[in-house]
C-alpha cells in the first residue's frame, strides 16, 4: 500500500506563487508514476501534471509555462510549484500514485485564488 500526505494549499491573490508536497510512503519501490489533479465544486478530477519513474512530465495546456513538477527521491517527495495563479486555479489539489492498475490519492488540500 502506499500513502500519500499534502501540504503547501491556502488562499493566494491572483499572480501569486504557491509551492504543494507530497511525501509518500509504503510500498514507494512500486509507484510507476505520480501527479498532480485538481477538482472544482461540480466539475471532473482534472490532471494537472504528472511523472513517471522514468521521468517523463506531461501538462494540459491550461497550466503549461505556469505549473512545473518535480521530484526529491531521497525524500519520497513529489512537489507542484504554481507560478502566475489565476482565480480559475481555485481547486482542492490532489496527489495521486499509480501502483500497477491501481490509484491511490492523497486526502487534498485547498488552493484559493482571489482576484
Known amino acids: 500500500q502506499v500513502q500519500l500526505v499534502e501540504s503547501g494549499g491556502g488562499l493566494v491573490q491572483a499572480g501569486g506563487s504557491l509551492r504543494l508536497s507530497c511525501v509518500a510512503s509504503g510500498s514507494i519501490r512500486s509507484i510507476k508514476a505520480m501527479g498532480w489533479y485538481r477538482q472544482a465544486p461540480g466539475k471532473q478530477r482534472d490532471l494537472v501534471a504528472a511523472?513517471?519513474?522514468?521521468?517523463?512530465?506531461n501538462y494540459p495546456d491550461s497550466v503549461k509555462g505556469r505549473f512545473t513538477i518535480s521530484r526529491d527521491n531521497a525524500k519520497n517527495t513529489v512537489y507542484l510549484q504554481m507560478n502566475s495563479l489565476k482565480p480559475e486555479d481555485t481547486a482542492v489539489y490532489y496527489c495521486?500514485?499509480?501502483?500497477?492498475?491501481?490509484?491511490?490519492w492523497g486526502q487534498g488540500t485547498q488552493v484559493t485564488v482571489s482576484s
Open positions: 495521486n500514485a499509480k501502483v500497477w492498475l491501481v490509484n491511490y
Open positions: 511523472i513517471t519513474s522514468g521521468g517523463s512530465i
